[in-house]
């Protein structure tokens, strides 16, 4: 009886203690599953990066729309592939494009390129230039009364840098049985170099240069070139050919 009592006792006890863990670990699980069932807390925003973000997206697409924009708006302009000395009529070789945003320039388009061909250069131009309208002129350069004239220039009897569009004081050089006698007022049109210095009055060959002198003075300045006694004095730099003053010169100084 003794032994039948404690092991029903013992079972008792071992029982109750496993019904006691199995308890345990279904309340665990409940509490889990509870926990797993509750919604999650919202995360944090962050109001200044999601600003940042939807700025540079913005930016990015108004400078692409702006470069596309500014792309479109270069149209081919005419551009000069050589020098080309004042007073010049223009001709197709000296003629080439170039793509450029022109709005509220004077630049030339390409299809008026036709137009061009008809007109004279105001000045003297320089390769890679574009063609502005007010660089040229329909109208002819020179009158009737003016000519041109090819003339040698000595070296050191001319200003140095002596290029095209230059308006300069012609004189003839006295040459111990006269004196200096002034010539004409004429306008440079174009020049070419002797020597290695070229117009800058130190190369050790003669130079050459084309010069629009008035008619009544040509005869005197190609005798003076001729005869090596043609002088030079630089008047201004960068002349047109509607504003250069030619005139004849006369007098005489000692």
Known sequence: MVKESTRESGVSVHDRQRDRAARGVRSRSAVAALSSDRPSPPRRRRPALAALAVLLIVGGAALAGLLALRLDSREPVL???????????????????????????????????????????????????????????????????????????????????????????????????????????????????????????????????TVVVPADAADEVIDAAGNELLGMALIRRGVTVDSAQLTVLGGSSS
Do not use: H
């Not at 197709?92 to 299809?111: C, F, H, N, Y």
């Open 79 to 209: 551009v000069l592939t050589q020098d080309v000395p004042a007073g010049t009529r223009i001709t197709t070789d000296m003629l080439g494009t170039t793509r450029v945003a022109s709005e509220g320039l004077r630049l030339i388009p390409e299809k008026d390129a036709s137009m061009v061909l008809k007109a004279y250069t105001m000045t003297s131009l320089s390769e890679g230039q574009l063609l502005d309208t007010s660089l040229l002129t329909t109208a002819e350069p020179f009158t009737s009364d003016q000519v041109q004239v090819g003339v040698t220039l000595k070296s050191g009897q001319f200003p140095p840098t002596l290029r095209s569009g230059d308006e300069v004081r012609l004189v003839r050089l006295g040459d111990g049985s006269s004196s200096v006698r002034p010539l004409a007022v004429g306008l440079i049109l174009s020049e070419q170099t002797g020597g290695d210095a070229g117009l800058s009055g130190g190369g050790s060959r003669n130079s050459t240069a």
